[in-house]
């Protein structure tokens, strides 16, 4: 009887160590699966010491690289990439925390990582001796969220991470350009202040310069409160006036939204037949030249930044108007043709 009651009470010290050792691993799975933490290999890492990226998506890749001081893509005639959105891309990749949600490879598909959805993410720092890839799975559920789940590149942990790079990528099957492209004739990464003079020599525009001028205060003693005031002339073969304010504001917005249609090779035997230009001068005396020449096969128009050395194409009708009629200069109508050939608002990430 005694032993029987030995064994009985051995049973139940082993039920109870069993049943407080489960608790303890619950508990541990529980505090590991809220506990907030950087990907594995990514801590201590920042967007700022990565030098080449490669994005791959369902038999798509995609390079890019950072030199003089911005990010490029090569294989497209060495475009400027959007870099302020591509440095939050790789913020969200490298920088934001997750919890561990699972390691079991079975629910790898519920989570998005599949061979046409999965994103990876490649990335080699500056002296290419630290290299790293990341497999974006789905964004979670909801319109204003900016969570998904990723997980290391030959892992099986997946995390849920409170960032979304995908949702930063913003690219579809239909766009036209690979992710990121910078769209625009005057690109993001050559950063410029305010605009003060544009130069213009073309044998058919009688304009030579538009120029802005300081508005002094009557009582040359007192500042304004408002800030500096500013007006616009010109000066033409022909005579040298003030024009409208807005119509030249106008043309400034215009110019700083201006995108292209494609870029073309700088060493190819084309003839770009770049015979006009105008030269944008801002108020630190920085200027980039803007050269026009003739059409290309598709009927727009070649246009060479000196600066960054790409050669462009925007439509014809956004090549006039790199050269506004003084009637345009003096009134601008209620229906902008400014506007019309390149509308105000956020630019399309891939037009």
């Not at 505090?31 to 038999?59: F, M, N, W």
């Not at 490879?105 to 519920?110: A, K, L, Q, V, W």
């Not at 130069?199 to 058919?204: A, D, G, I, L, N």
Request: glycine share 6%.
């Amino acid at each position: 009887m005694n032993r029987l009651l030995l064994i009985i009470l051995l049973i139940l010290i082993t039920l109870l160590g069993a049943d407080r050792l489960l608790q303890h691993r619950a508990h541990s799975r529980h505090v590991v699966a809220s506990t907030l933490r950087y990907l594995p290999g990514t801590k201590g890492r920042k967007a700022d010491q990565i030098q080449t990226v490669r994005l791959e998506r369902g038999g798509l890749v995609w390079s890019y690289r950072y030199q003089n001081g911005a990010w490029h893509y090569p294989a497209y005639k060495n475009a400027f990439v959007l870099g302020n959105r591509f440095n939050r891309f790789l913020e969200a990749c490298l920088e934001r925390q997750g919890t561990f949600v699972s390691d079991d490879p079975s629910f790898h598909e519920h989570y998005g990582f599949t061979p046409e959805h999965t994103l990876k993410v490649s990335f080699k720092d500056s002296t290419e001796t630290w290299q790293h890839a990341l497999l974006i799975g789905r964004s979670l559920p909801g319109r204003d969220t900016d969570e998904a789940f990723v997980r290391v590149a030959g892992a099986n942990q997946v995390f849920h991470t409170h960032a979304d790079p995908r949702k930063t990528l913003s690219w579809t099957p239909t766009s036209k350009r690979p992710p990121l492209i910078d769209p625009k004739v005057l690109p993001e990464a050559l950063r410029r202040r305010a605009y003060v003079r544009f130069h213009f020599k073309s044998p058919r525009y009688p304009v030579r310069e538009i120029y802005r001028v300081d508005i002094v205060p009557e009582d040359a003693t007192r500042k304004r409160f408002d800030g500096p005031a500013y007006e616009w002339h010109i000066d033409s073969a022909t005579q040298s006036k003030k024009i409208n304010s807005s119509s030249v504001y106008d043309f400034i917005g215009f110019l700083s939204r201006l995108k292209y249609e494609d870029l073309h090779d700088p060493q190819a035997s084309t003839a770009y037949g770049f015979d006009r230009h105008i030269v944008l001068e801002d108020d630190s005396g920085t200027r980039d030249t803007l050269e026009v020449g003739a059409q290309t096969p598709e009927g727009n128009t070649y246009l060479r930044h000196r600066t960054s050395g790409h050669i462009l194409s925007i439509t014809e009708a956004k090549a006039n108007l790199l050269f506004p009629s003084v009637t345009l200069l003096d009134s601008l109508p209620k229906d902008s043709p400014f506007q019309k050939a390149e509308p105000t608002g956020p630019f399309g990430f891939a037009p």
